[in-house]
Antibody, heavy 120, light 110 residues
Framework: QVQLVQSGVEVKKPGSSVTVSCKVS????????VSWVRQAPGQGLEWVGG????????NYAQRFQGRVTITTDKSTNTAYMELSSLTFGDTAMYYC?????????????WGQGTLVTVSS | QSVLTQPPSASGTPGQRVTISCSGS????????VNWYQQFPGTAPKLLIY???QRPSGVPDRFSGSKSETSASLVISGLQSEDEADYYC???????????FGGGTKLTVL
């Protein structure tokens, strides 16, 4: 059974950066895309970006281009999302997710979420 | 503002049939398949329907999906109290080169 386990709560100051990790277990890591989806308090879901580990090239939502970096460590089956120049608007729950198929965006598996709070 | 448009709320009584709509455009629903997610407060979303009308293993057949041109629908037949949750539609968007979501519909079971 595929499981995604994320790192813990983060509290950051405006202008700083945050890195969230997502460890994948129970399935093939390198050929399945991992995406990041965020949800601001009381709001809907928003795709941040994704990566297929074997290709090591990430794709990002346009509104996050230049501020987000998604990477993987194939030795530990872990994906990372770094978001920089944080503002209060980045306060959200950040989820990692994996699709049904290798490039699928039907997100069948989800991490438990990491709450990132941006506060001065 | 979400790319896909959903009604913010829907409601029904136990046993009723409820439909949640999702409207998009030619760059997303019109040319790509639709997924639906169910989310309870404080938990991660759960894939409910994929590829327009397919259910993952374990999803009751009370849940069904359909798509027509640039719109999609989620139908819940025989509504149950445990169906009270938020529902999101999603589809790949060719113009944005990524998946997009609806704003979500909060379903209340009266």
């Amino acid at each position: 059974q595929v499981q995604l386990v994320q790192s813990g709560v983060e509290v950051k100051k405006p202008g700083s950066s945050v890195t969230v990790s997502c460890k994948v277990s129970g399935g093939t890591f390198t050929t399945y895309a991992v995406s990041w989806v965020r949800q601001a308090p009381g709001q809907g879901l928003e795709w941040v970006g994704g990566i297929i580990p074997i290709f090591e090239t990430a794709n990002y939502a346009q509104r996050f281009q230049g501020r987000v970096t998604i990477t993987t460590d194939k030795s530990t089956n872990t994906a990372y999302m770094e978001l920089s120049s944080l503002t209060f608007g980045d306060t959200a729950m950040y989820y990692c997710a994996r699709g049904r198929g290798s490039t699928s965006h039907s997100f069948l598996y989800w991490g438990q979420g990491t709450l990132v709070t941006v506060s001065s | 503002q979400s790319v896909l448009t959903q009604p913010p709320s829907a409601s029904g009584t136990p046993g009723q049939r409820v439909t949640i709509s999702c409207s998009g455009s030619s760059s997303n629903i019109g040319s790509h398949t639709v997924n639906w997610y169910q989310q309870f407060p404080g938990t991660a979303p759960k894939l409910l329907i994929y590829t327009n009308d397919q259910r993952p293993s374990g999803v009751p057949d009370r849940f069904s999906g359909s798509k027509s041109e640039t719109s999609a629908s989620l139908v819940i037949s025989g509504l149950q109290s445990e169906d009270e949750a938020d529902y999101y539609c999603a589809a790949w968007d060719a113009s944005l080169s990524g998946p997009v979501f609806g704003g979500g519909t909060k379903l209340t079971v009266l």
